[in-house]
């Protein structure tokens, strides 16, 4: 259990739709990153916030949004989902100075 | 742009060795190896950050050229749990410090009694 903790772990919904993940990092883990794995593109790096504040932007889709929030949990919000939004959705987390990200389990995204 | 890894999988009995390596055409400021087992999150194995630096972690090892952008994971020794996918991520001089890691797309490692 690396202490990540991401909800819920499956979700199935329609096109068009939106769905908010959820992630609660280690405790005291400042740091909050979201990954999205596919079968064809890869481990995708999407987005890091730290403290609050977004860090970095990676490949996220501008129907794609995310927040941290003061008690460090994150969600990160998919809207007008499509099929190829289908995929594995990792968030992970890493201390303050710490290059070391530990991840969550992952929600399985299925679009239908 | 995406790290190539190579090979792309690998069968090992038990007690070989294996290389990993991963290449990218840019200047990298950071290298992260991760392996992920079937159905599992990824779980980091180590990061190296200057050229030249080489880390181990018992009988996993990794070495980062730093001039050619690349860097190689090495296993010794190989045992069953070893099994699983491994990932490079690559972190750009430009972007150093973020983390945004840009990952290969993997190497199938197993290893068989």
């Known amino acids: 259990d690396s202490g990540v903790t991401q909800t819920p772990k499956h979700l199935i919904t329609a096109t068009g739709q939106r769905v908010t993940l959820r992630c609660s990092p280690r405790s005291g883990d400042l740091s909050v990153y979201w990954y999205q794995q596919s079968l064809d593109q890869g481990l995708q790096f999407l987005i890091h916030?730290?403290?609050?504040?977004?860090?970095a932007k990676g490949n996220i889709l501008e129907r794609f949004s995310a927040q941290q929030f003061p008690d460090l949990h994150s969600e990160l919000n998919l809207s007008s989902l499509e099929l190829g939004d289908s995929a594995l959705y990792f968030c992970a987390s890493s201390a303050s100075g710490s290059t070391e990200a530990f991840f969550g389990q992952g929600t399985r995204l299925t679009v239908v | 742009q995406q790290p190539v890894q190579s090979p792309q999988a690998v069968i090992l009995r038990e007690g070989e060795d294996a290389v990993i390596n991963c290449s990218s055409s840019k200047a990298l400021y950071s290298v992260h190896w991760y392996r992920q087992k079937h159905g599992e999150a990824p779980v980091f194995l180590m990061i190296l950050l200057k050229g030249g630096e080489q880390k181990g972690h018992e009988k996993i090892s990794a070495s980062f050229n730093e001039k050619k952008q690349q860097s190689s994971l090495y296993l010794t020794a190989s045992q069953l749990s070893y099994s699983g996918t491994y990932f490079c991520?690559?972190?750009?001089?430009?972007?150093?410090?973020?983390?945004?890691?840009?990952f290969g797309k993997g190497t199938k490692l197993s290893v068989i009694p």
């Open positions: 916030y730290y403290n609050g504040e977004e860090r």
């Open positions: 991520g690559t972190e750009p001089y430009s972007g150093a410090g973020s983390y945004q890691l840009t």
